[in-house]
T-cell receptor
Framework: GAGVSQTPSNKVTEKGKYVELRCDPI?????LYWYRQSLGQGPEFLIY????????DSGLPNDRFFAVRPEGSVSTLKIQRTERGDSAVYLC????????????FGPGTRLTVL | DQQVKQNSPSLSVQEGRISILNCDYT??????FLWYKKYPAEGPTFLIS?????DKNEDGRFTVFLNKSAKHLSLHIVPSQPGDSAVYFC?????????????FGKGTLLTVNP
């Protein structure tokens, strides 16, 4: 079956602009996660959804970052007033339910802020 | 403060030999450990995992060893194949309420030479 998909695969924007990154999880997976991978680092947790609600957004760097999952499936990560330091690969993952050991990752969106 | 450390940024081995990738952690609340493999332009894919109640888990060519007293785990690949060339991430998960959140190391780039 289809894996986690993310669009766009690459996004180049200018400092100060607004961007939206989309994640389509595996069908039937109730848990969804966003991670950010900066150059030379491992993925870092941003936010976790169980169903439609954000159960833990403690990893979001600041209030410029926001994520939604209105129907419990597709999720959108929104970044306002982008800064050069936001440049990274944004990874989405899903799992069948919370606490399941394996999270399935998408290919990521590479965000470049000029 | 890195709670999961992969101190070797890269490792090069000959095809057919053993690859040993190491990982150290500092937080004794971690109770489950995972290895992910990542090819360029793809998301991390789950490889193998181990619970803190075990000291070894084997899956085909891949074996993970856990030394809780030393807070150390290692991934052994025998025999190594050129297709194993990738970045390997060690990840850890808390017990209890935050059991959805993975904490990753920085990764080790494995190159298997034909």
């Amino acid at each position: 079956g289809a894996g986690v998909s993310q669009t766009p695969s690459n996004k180049v924007t200018e400092k100060g602009k607004y961007v939206e990154l989309r994640c389509d999880p595996i069908s039937g997976h109730t848990a969804l996660y966003w991670y950010r991978q900066s150059l030379g680092q491992g993925p870092e947790f941003l936010i976790y959804f169980q169903g439609t609600g954000a159960a833990d957004d403690s990893g979001l760097p600041n209030d410029r970052f926001f994520a939604v999952r209105p129907e419990g499936s597709v999720s959108t990560l929104k970044i306002q007033r982008t800064e050069r330091g936001d440049s990274a690969v944004y990874l989405c993952a899903s799992s069948l339910r919370t606490g399941v050991n394996e999270q399935f990752f998408g290919p990521g969106t590479r965000l470049t802020v000029l | 403060d890195q709670q999961v450390k992969q101190n070797s940024p890269s490792l090069s081995v000959q095809e057919g030999r053993i690859s040993i990738l190491n990982c150290d952690y500092t937080n004794s609340m971690f109770d489950y450990f995972l290895w992910y493999k990542k090819y360029p332009a793809e998301g991390p894919t789950f490889l193998i995992s181990i619970s803190s109640i075990k000291d070894k888990n084997e899956d085909g060519r891949f074996t993970v060893f856990l030394n809780k007293s030393a807070k150390h785990l290692s991934l052994h690949i025998v025999p190594s194949q050129p297709g194993d060339s990738a970045v390997y991430f060690c990840a850890a998960r808390y017990s209890g309420g935050s059991n959805y959140k993975l904490t990753f190391g920085k990764g080790t780039l494995l190159t298997v030479n034909p």
